[in-house]
Each structure stands twice: as C-alpha cells, then as structure tokens.
C-alpha cells in the first residue's frame, strides 16, 4: 500500500474528519489515479484511507478514518447498503430519491439518484472512476434494478484528468422518465436533464412552495429560473390562476408547458417566457406588474468563495428587483446554491436587497436541501443549497 506523508500541521482537517486534502498539504507521496492510498501525520501516524488524485488540486478524498478497514468490493457494498437503507427509512413522498450522496454517505465524488425504474450516477472522482464497475454491480444489486444511467459529465471531473462520460453503464433503453413527487407527476430525461436528470433537492421546498401558496391565498405567480416548471406545477398545484415561468431554455420551457398538461391542469393558467431573468424583471417592473409570489432558484453563481463577492452583487440584484415585484403580503422564495455562499452571507444579501427596494420582510423559513441530500457535520462545503421564505410587509 503506498503511502502519503503530510506537511507537519496539515494534519489537522482530517482529525477532525474533514474528507479532503489538498496538493500543498502533501509532503511526499505519489500514487496512480483513483490508488487506494494509507495517509500519515508528519510523524507517519495512520490518518486515513483514501483515493489519491494527482491531477486535482484534492490530491486525497477520504474513504474511511479506521485503520482496520480494508477499501474493497466489500467495502462499497457496506457503504452502498447503508445509503439505501438510510433512504428507507425517510419519508419521502416520491419514487425518485438521492441513493447516494457523496461525502455524506462515506463515498465522495458518487452521486446517485433513483428515477422509477432506472439509476442515474455521476462519477466524479478519480477513487470513484478507478471502482466504476464495482459500484455499478452493487448498485443493481442492492435496488433489483436493471438500468443505470451514468451521467458523469460535470465539469469537476476535468479537474480530476477525467474525460466526461455519459450513455447506459448497464441496461438500456428509453431515456425518457415520468416520476411522481408530492401530488404531481413530472418527467425528465436522464440523458439530457441538468444534473443526474432533475433538481431532487428542491422537492420538499416544492411542496412547501404549494402549501404556502394555498395558504396566503396567493393567485399570481412569478418563477424565475424556471427550468422545466417544478415550481410552477406546485403553484398551480396550490391554487394560484396565473403562473408565469421564466427560463433561457426553450426547451426547458416546453417541457415546464407539458408538465402543465401532465398534472391536468388548465393551460390558461400557465405562460412559458423563453427570456433573461434579469431583462425580464425590470421590463416587469417597468410594465408595473405586481405579483403575490415569486420563485428565484438561480444557477450557481458563486461555485467558491473567491467567487462570493461577484455572487453577492448577482443575487442582491434580483432579490431586490422580486422584492419591488411583489404585493404586500406576497411571498418571495429565494435560493442560493453557491458553495461559495454560506447561510449566513445569504440571508445578509437579501436583507440588503430589501433595504434597496425599501420593503419590509419577515422570514417564515429556512430550508436547505431535501433529507436524502444529507450533510456530515465535518463537511461544511455539503450545505450547498440554501432558501428563505419571505413575506413582505
């Protein structure tokens, strides 16, 4: 077993059971791509086992903190069996869920989301890419499914050396995917969708969104960013007679308009705006529309905090121009994605935007990603997403 020798002092991140070690912790030690690596203190003290990386600026991702456990095809059958069986016993009001989380379930850089009758995975670390086909078999053997999609095509896996991969790893056939959430049905395609094929994450704020929507009596509403009308569907699935979403995919959009049909719902209610976000609401402001509630789920801005302060200024903006869009009493459900942007510099960002657009707001909630996008309490960089329920005043 090959061996990396850390800095004296570096050490500190992974006793607190950080996963990650980056290239200037690393004083000597090389291994091949995806190697299984032991990691020692400066004094050779065993710290972890790991995957080694030498292209990524994370040489080390960490499999496991016991030095007594072996990294091997039984090793990612324990993980895999403990993920699924932790899904189990969620709640969850959908036959697509998060399997498997990264970091947060002791395999970092594999993501997996079940969609019905099909597996779709991501791939995206070295350690991950090196035991493929070995995660592929479990992952069929532990859910009786056929069918596993890989969709490894994001951009972190350049940084890794890693060419992107996409196409069926097992099984085969339609790409296309109908999957229930909540009271509404929605449909995706694994092949082409963002992510693994759809934002899971956003489930239970889906479902928040149609309850609050219910019950503050809201009839216009305005989703930002609409992707393929999750949001949407939930509003109308909430009562509201207008729904406007807004996207610069046209065929996001389509695919928002027969997600309407699909929930049964009257198409008059629902207008499909292939446009800017940020064009599209000053021109609203300017046309002096006012709507009851408002959805902004923008793309990451900030994907580090060298980014944040650039992100700052992006998110201000159309928190404050929603803020001037919205009746009083109205509701503004605002998100954030950005690693780069914690909790706290969000809700200080959107504070500001309401200073500038001179509203008053009060928080009715905090939401964060859906339970089966779960987060170790040593991996702060897993609290990615982030919302607030606003009701202005």
């Given at each position: 077993m090959k061996a990396i020798r850390l800095r004296e002092g570096k050490d500190r991140s992974l006793?607190?059971?950080?996963?990650?070690?980056?290239?200037?912790?690393?004083?000597?030690?090389?291994?091949?791509?995806?190697?299984?690596?032991?990691v020692e203190a400066a004094d050779g003290r065993f710290l972890c086992w790991a995957?080694?990386?030498?292209?990524?600026?994370?040489?080390?991702?960490?499999?496991?903190?016991?030095?007594?456990?072996?990294?091997?095809?039984?090793?990612?059958?324990?993980?895999?069996?403990?993920?699924?069986?932790?899904?189990?016993?969620?709640?969850?009001?959908?036959?697509?869920?998060?399997?498997?989380?990264?970091?947060?379930?002791?395999?970092?850089?594999?993501?997996?989301?079940?969609?019905?009758?099909?597996?779709?995975?991501?791939?995206?670390?070295?350690?991950?890419?090196?035991?493929?086909?070995?995660?592929?078999?479990?992952l069929l053997a532990q859910t009786g499914l056929t069918r596993l999609y890989e969709r490894s095509d994001a951009n972190v896996r350049t940084l890794e050396g890693l060419a992107p991969v996409t196409g069926w790893l097992r099984g085969e056939g339609p790409t296309e995917i109908v999957i229930s959430e909540n009271t509404w049905k929605l449909s995706l395609d694994v092949a082409e969708g963002h992510k693994t094929g759809y934002y899971l994450?956003?489930?239970?704020?889906?479902?928040?969104?149609?309850?609050?929507?219910?019950?503050?009596?809201?009839?216009?509403?305005?989703?930002?960013?609409?992707?393929?009308?999750?949001?949407?569907?939930?509003?109308?699935?909430?009562?509201?007679?207008?729904?406007?979403?807004?996207?610069?995919?046209?065929?996001?959009?389509?695919?928002?308009?027969?997600?309407?049909a699909l929930n049964g719902f009257d198409p008059a209610r629902h207008t499909a705006l292939d446009a800017d976000v940020n064009h599209t609401l000053r021109d609203l402001l300017r046309q002096g529309r006012r709507f009851d509630a408002i959805v902004l789920d923008p793309p990451k801005f900030a994907p580090t905090a060298a980014h944040a302060e650039r992100a700052a200024r992006a998110y201000k903006d159309i928190n404050r121009l929603g803020l001037m869009l919205l009746n009083p009493g109205g509701l503004l459900f605002t998100f954030s994605c950005s690693g780069g942007v914690g909790p706290e510099l969000f809700h200080k960002i959107v504070a500001g935007a309401g200073i500038d657009a001179g509203a008053d707001g009060l928080i009715l909630d905090r939401v964060g990603a859906t339970p089966d996008h779960p987060q170790t309490i040593y991996f702060p960089e897993g609290e990615y997403l982030k919302g607030l329920l606003i009701l202005k005043r």
């Open positions: 006793l607190r059971r950080h996963p990650w070690v980056f290239e200037g912790s690393i004083a000597k030690g090389k291994a091949d791509a995806g190697e299984t690596v032991r995957s080694f990386s030498p292209e990524s600026l994370i040489r080390v991702r960490a499999w496991s903190f016991d030095e007594q456990e072996r990294i091997d095809a039984a090793f990612f059958e324990r993980r895999i069996a403990a993920a699924i069986a932790l899904r189990a016993r969620m709640p969850i009001d959908s036959d697509a869920v998060r399997l498997i989380h990264g970091e947060a379930d002791g395999l970092p850089g594999l993501i997996v989301d079940r969609y019905g009758d099909t597996l779709s995975a991501q791939f995206l670390s070295a350690g991950t890419e090196r035991w493929k086909q070995t995660i592929a078999d479990q994450d956003q489930r239970d704020n889906r479902r928040k969104f149609a309850e609050a929507v219910r019950q503050y009596g809201c009839q216009s509403v305005l989703n930002c960013f609409s992707y393929t009308g999750g949001f949407s569907v939930a509003a109308l699935a909430g009562g509201a007679s207008e729904v406007i979403s807004v996207d610069s995919s046209g065929p996001a959009l389509e695919r928002a308009t027969a997600h309407v």
